[in-house]
């Protein structure tokens, strides 16, 4: 199959990925809860929700080194089993340490999914499609993470607060196991050639000076930890200045439905703007609403400010996978990625730390106001990331020079 020519796949891959995510979008916070009523403290939380993200760092850039050497597509199933069953293990659990190890296994199996999927998306889409491709990827993440913590919140509470949350973990752990469903016709049909034929492995450090990773890189690492910071955070602020639970719960919902929305529209933002201006003008956006979110507005106020910010932090993580992808070296794009999830994780380690002590210090708004920051700098990495050289398909002016019979294609 050649690249780009059939879109069956990328659909049946976004299901599974949204199975997938919604999965471990319930599973964490159930986590939580059947953590807690086993006896956990906040430190023990911490450890079980740190190995999730810890363990992962290790396998990453190996699994992304056997990927650039062989198929991606058996990644996918491993990951989905892998997730279900940290879910479902970590239900029957009945020991604090224990929930830590499948923890760990969850966060294995998820990592194990994006490597393979978004390894498949790069191989099997033409130069030009690779940006809304990842685009209607990351859609699948956006369902999971607006459906995940819902269901999750719906199942658990009352009085049996163990066994509420035992039952979430076995239901999570059922959906991701649904995702298989969706996976049995996804092939990997770009060639492996021999690992003569692909010469030694590119190391790491090489990709890391290949102009354009870095960004790529830095600019997902501060989205994410914009989006699990704020997920976090708006809660107590809410709590702060009196906003309800079940409002807070909508206004997040709006911010991941504006994501979906931002992402939908990729292929018109990118011939208008071109991809290195897009990715600076929406986390310029993004660091100014963050900081708005410190001042005390009405809610009314705040749902805009959020459906907006949504929006523009939906363009980083997909437009950070072409960036890595199209600068990585020939060999390599599968270890770039993995590179990519490393920073990921370690912004999801480092970014909530780094935002409680902040707010320890300066009260719960100023997380937002670091954020802000941090994306004003990703702001200026983006303006200095490169595009692909001009008149290629996948640029700007390529696709403007295209016509509109490429645009047409797309719109198809």
């Not at 190996?62 to 279900?84: E, N, Q, S, Y």
């Not at 499948?102 to 199996?109: E, R």
């Not at 999914?113 to 099997?124: C, K, N, P």
Request: hydrophobic share 55%; charged share 10%; glycine share 12%.
């Amino acid at each position: 199959m050649a690249p780009g020519r059939n879109r069956g796949w990328l659909l049946r891959l976004v299901i599974a990925f949204s199975f997938a995510q919604g999965a471990v979008s319930m599973a964490r916070p159930a986590v939580s809860y059947r953590a807690l009523a086993l006896g956990a403290d906040e430190r023990a939380i911490g450890v079980i929700a740190g190995v999730y993200a810890l363990l992962p760092l290790f396998a990453a850039v190996p699994l992304g080194r056997r990927t650039d050497h062989g198929r991606c597509a058996p990644l996918l199933p491993v990951g989905v089993v892998l997730i279900a069953g940290g879910c479902a293990l970590s239900g029957i659990a009945g020991s604090l340490w224990a929930m830590a190890v499948w923890s760990g296994v969850m966060g294995l199996g998820h990592l194990c999914f994006v490597i393979g999927a978004q390894s498949l998306v790069a191989r099997q889409s033409a130069p030009h499609e690779q940006d809304r491709n990842f685009g209607h990827f990351t859609i699948g993440a956006s369902l999971g993470q607006l459906v995940g913590p819902v269901a999750a919140g719906a199942l658990i509470g009352g009085q049996d607060m163990a066994g509420t949350s035992a039952l979430a973990l076995l239901v999570a752990g059922a959906g991701a196991a649904v995702a298989v469903t969706s996976l049995w016709r996804i092939e990997d049909r770009t060639a492996v050639k021999s690992r003569t034929e692909q010469g030694d492995r590119v190391p790491v450090g090489r990709i890391l000076r290949a102009r354009g990773v870095p960004a790529g890189i830095f600019i997902s690492l501060a989205v994410l930890s914009a989006t699990d910071i704020l997920t976090a955070y708006l809660p107590v602020v809410g709590e702060h200045r009196g906003i309800a639970p079940s409002v807070i719960g909508l206004l997040l919902s709006l911010r991941a439905a504006a994501t979906i929305a931002c992402r939908l529209v990729l292929t018109p933002l990118l011939r208008l703007l071109g991809r290195a201006m897009l990715l600076t003008v929406t986390c310029l956006l993004a660091a100014v609403l963050c900081a708005g979110i410190a001042l005390p507005v009405p809610v009314w106020a705040l749902a805009l400010m959020l459906a907006v910010l949504g929006f523009c932090l939906g363009v980083g993580q997909p437009l950070s996978m072409t960036t890595v992808v199209q600068a990585a070296p020939d060999g390599a794009r599968s270890t770039a990625l993995a590179l990519r999830l490393t920073g990921n994780r370690l912004g999801q380690v480092a970014a909530p730390a780094t935002a409680g002590l902040v707010a320890g210090v300066a009260g719960v708004a100023a997380p937002f106001v670091m954020l802000g920051a941090l994306l004003l700098l990703s702001a200026g990495v983006a303006l200095r990331s490169p595009e692909r050289p001009a008149g290629e398909p996948g640029t700007a002016s390529g696709i403007r020079r295209s016509g509109a019979a490429v645009g047409r294609k797309e719109d198809a």
